[in-house]
């Protein structure tokens, strides 16, 4: 829509509040209805406009109408469309306002005499003037990463479109050097076992780092940065850092593995289990491998950023050398996870052959139970004709039947002790043939 055709109407909502009073004739009720319809229509214009569009239209329209434009957005809406807006604009129409990081985590670390010095974002002002080596956003929407990428000069993406990248477009250097890293970090496993991208950018001596959750790896660093002087000296050992707690917590998460599928080999191992129990067992397997997998992909994903650094030979001696360190433990834990493979699939056949011999004792219960009732059945059948009445001719019928159902009953337990019988004698024979 164009400024001129914007600004008609909101002239045209401005006739609400003269035409929505009580109508005293016919054409007040016309004309009541004609601005209703308008509002409406502004209404739905706002809904429709992205958070950016509505920042240009309220930085491009006369001050009046950007006004009336303003009051009409949405309050829920309206910190967001602020970020899109020039300083003088918001003054004119919000007032003394700041738009405020909402619903996000912004966090700036500034290096001050060896030491880190944290600083948390919560509007324009608090950015004046600082020098950071580190810029962590989580959670930040479209409008705060433009204006956050704005002041630093720097593009800030989205993080999970940035990781969807296929694996060679990750890790790239711009043109103004500007170094580009995607990867995934582990999940607490409490909260569910999953990858969590993010996005690092190297800009000017500075590390972006953003993600839309919170992780167990960057409660880890930020504690170890402003508790350990010294811990760092520029951005890239931020970064390497980084990835080394994430392969720590990697090294953790294998260790509670390896407890949990313990656990379960015990149990499938010790004793006989029910199916319902197998059930459950190959339910925790399958987590195990679902976890182990995951750890598997990101350390490996670890090894690709850390690799690229070192061929774009963008680290220092020192860094080097501890890169190299986290490659050496990255080999170390892939040794592990093809361990823990191979054990996740052992137990799980283990649990399915336990599953099968269930399986087999039903089937052979009920051949015994088959067998039992075959000559019963062939009697039943016998009796139920009309030679058996001929042959029980002069016996009271009482006393054939009788007769009839206690032979019948007798050859049964006579089969089912036969089986009995034969059977033992299979397991001696067996026991006698194992060394």
Same mark, same amino acid.
């Given at each position: 829509m164009s400024l001129e055709k914007l600004a008609v109407m909101l002239q045209k909502v401005d006739l609400v509040p003269q035409a929505a009073t009580q109508p005293t004739n016919k054409s007040d009720l016309i004309a009541s209805l004609l601005a209703k319809q308008q509002q409406a229509e502004l209404t739905f214009f706002i809904e429709r406009q992205s958070t950016p569009e509505l920042g240009v239209y309220l930085d491009t329209l006369a001050e009046l109408d950007a006004q009336k434009l303003w009051v009409r957005i949405p309050p829920a809406r309206?910190?967001?469309?602020?970020?899109?807006?020039?300083?003088?604009r918001r003054q004119a129409i919000?007032?003394?306002?700041?738009?405020?990081?909402?619903?996000?985590?912004?966090?700036?670390?500034?290096?001050?005499?060896?030491?880190?010095?944290?600083v948390h974002i919560t509007d324009?002002?608090?950015?004046?003037?600082?020098?950071?080596?580190?810029?962590?956003l989580v959670n930040a929407s479209p409008s705060e990463r433009a204006f956050i990428g704005a002041h630093f000069g720097v593009e800030l993406?989205?993080?999970?479109?940035?990781?969807e990248l296929e694996v060679t477009a990750r890790f790239y250097v711009e043109e103004n050097d500007n170094i580009h890293l995607h990867s995934n970090f582990?999940?607490?496993?409490?909260?569910?076992?999953?990858?969590?991208?993010?996005?690092?950018?190297?800009?000017?001596?500075?590390?972006?780092?953003?993600?839309?959750?919170?992780?167990?790896?960057?409660?880890?660093?930020?504690?170890?940065? %402003? /508790?350990?002087?010294?811990?760092?000296?520029?951005? +890239?050992?931020? =970064?390497?850092?980084?990835? !080394?707690?994430?392969?720590?917590?990697?090294?953790?998460?294998?260790?509670?593995?390896?407890?949990?599928?313990?656990?379960?080999?015990?149990?499938?191992?010790?004793?006989?289990?029910?199916?319902?129990?197998?059930?459950?067992?190959?339910?925790?397997?399958?987590?195990?491998?679902?976890q182990n997998g995951h750890i598997r992909s990101n350390i490996m994903d670890t090894?690709?950023?850390?690799?690229?650094?070192?061929?774009?030979?963008?680290l220092k001696p020192d860094q080097v050398t501890e890169a190299n360190q986290i490659l050496r433990n990255i080999e170390s834990l892939n040794s592990h996870t093809a361990f823990l493979f191979d054990k996740i699939n052992f137990l799980m056949d283990a649990t399915i052959g336990f599953i099968n011999i269930n399986q087999n004792k039903r089937i052979n219960? %009920? /051949?015994?139970?088959?067998?039992?009732?075959?000559? +019963?059945?062939? =009697?039943?059948?016998?009796? !139920?004709?009309?030679?058996?009445?001929?042959?029980?001719e002069g016996i009271p019928w009482p006393l054939s039947y009788t007769a009839f159902a206690i032979v019948s009953g007798l050859i049964g337990a006579g089969t089912y002790v036969l089986l009995k019988v034969l059977e033992r004698k299979r397991l001696k024979r067996m026991k006698a043939r194992a060394p």
């Open positions: 309206q910190n967001e469309v602020l970020w899109e807006v020039s300083e003088a919000a007032g003394d306002r700041q738009p405020h990081f909402s619903g996000s985590k912004i966090n700036l670390y500034e290096l001050v005499e060896g030491k880190v010095r944290q324009r002002k608090v950015l004046e003037g600082t020098k950071p080596v580190w810029v962590d993406a989205d993080p999970v479109e940035a990781t582990l999940h607490d496993k409490s909260q569910g076992s999953r990858s969590v991208p993010v996005a690092f950018i190297l800009h000017g001596g500075v590390l972006f780092s953003l993600r839309n959750e919170e992780l167990p790896v960057f409660r880890l660093q930020q504690r170890r940065t %402003l /508790t350990q002087p010294g811990y760092i000296t520029d951005s +890239i050992d931020l =970064l390497l850092d980084l990835y !080394g707690a994430d392969v720590e917590c990697s090294a953790d998460s294998l260790e509670n593995i390896y407890a949990k599928l313990g656990q379960v080999g015990h149990h499938v191992l010790s004793e006989n289990i029910s199916d319902q129990e197998a059930g459950e067992i190959l339910a925790d397997i399958a987590e195990e491998e679902d090894q690709r950023a850390l690799n690229f650094l070192m061929r774009g030979r963008l219960q %009920l /051949t015994v139970f088959s067998v039992v009732f075959m000559p +019963i059945n062939i =009697l039943a059948g016998m009796g !139920g004709m009309s030679e058996f009445s001929m042959m029980t």
